[in-house]
């Protein structure tokens, strides 16, 4: 068992992911430097950072679609065995359990809420197939409860298309759900939601931690506040800072790359 020692606001808890030493250059700017971040089990994550600080591409990279120059990126099995991530294909990863949801929703807007949760089931694939797909009771039992979780089993059996934007966003966390992921990585949920929707979304991220480990990438700093636990600042595709949102906030630092900047840019609206 691979656990964080150093850190006292997580003692010991197992580690899910580590990504060490990790460099990725593109035409020579270097977009990641020597990153080292890790995860533990069912935690819940937040990675702020100014724009170009390399938060998408960390994500490109432990999902495999970016390969790492240098470095490792390992994923910590259950069972106590260690998979090096940096050598897997994109479909691998995924298929080991790590979910990515990226900033604008992609369902299928001409197919039911319910049947866009069939077809994200690990089951047949292709759309065709999995049209003449019966589920098992066990695969609507998942189905219903995940509808519970994204709040959303009133609208079971409308159209996708019909849904709100924020609507469309739980869907889509919803269909990774569906696939019972060890990890999550969701990029910018609350970006053009309503305060309520934003809310509600803190709130379903929050029911998710412990059963999952998640890193969410976000700018909304209330909505950072709201589910902040440990906070990881990035900054030129390194490690800036990390801790609660307070010491985080507080940091001459981290007040100097980002919130200052965000600080400038609401002075101007
Ligand atoms: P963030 O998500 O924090 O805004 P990104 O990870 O998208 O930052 O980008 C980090 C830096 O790497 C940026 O300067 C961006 O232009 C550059 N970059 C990202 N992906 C590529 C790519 N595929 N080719 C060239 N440059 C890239
Ligand atoms: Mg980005």
Do not use: C
Not at 1 to 11: A, G, I, Q, V
Not at 75 to 101: C, Q, T, V, Y
Not at 123 to 132: C, D, I, Y
Not at 140 to 157: F, G, H, P, Q
Request: net charge negative; glycine share 8%; hydrophobic share 35%.
């Amino acid at each position: 068992m691979t656990t964080h020692h150093h850190d006292p606001l997580y003692r010991d808890t197992p580690l899910i992911l580590s990504v060490s030493g990790v460099n990725k250059a593109f035409d020579g700017f270097k977009a990641i430097n020597d990153l080292n971040f890790y995860l533990e089990e069912g935690e819940l994550r937040t990675v702020i950072g100014p724009n170009g600080a390399g938060k998408s591409t960390f994500m490109d990279i432990i999902t495999g679609r970016t390969r790492p120059d240098s470095g490792s990126v390992t994923m910590h099995g259950n069972d106590g065995h260690d998979i090096n991530l940096a050598k897997l294909k994109e479909f691998e990863i995924n298929r080991l359990g790590i979910g990515r949801k990226f900033q604008t929703p992609s369902v299928y807007k001409s197919h039911t809420v319910y049947d866009n949760l069939v077809l994200s089931l690990n089951r047949p694939r292709g759309v065709l197939k999995t049209l003449f797909y019966k589920e098992s009771a066990e695969d609507r039992d998942r189905i219903m409860e995940v509808l519970k979780t994204i709040r959303l089993e009133s609208r079971v059996n409308d159209l996708a298309g019909m849904l709100s934007h924020g609507q469309k966003q739980w869907l889509e966390i919803g269909m990774l759900l569906s696939q019972d992921p060890r990890i999550l990585l969701i990029d910018e949920p609350a970006a053009g939601m309503s305060d309520e929707e934003t809310e509600r979304t803190g709130e379903l991220l929050l029911s998710l931690e412990k059963k999952h480990s998640l890193i969410v990438i976000e700018h909304d700093m209330e909505f950072i506040r709201q589910i902040a636990r440990k906070v990881t600042v990035l900054h030129q595709g390194h490690v800036l800072k990390d801790g609660s949102f307070d010491h985080v906030k507080s940091d001459p630092q981290v007040i100097e790359v980002y919130l200052g900047r965000q600080g400038k840019k609401d002075e101007n609206k």
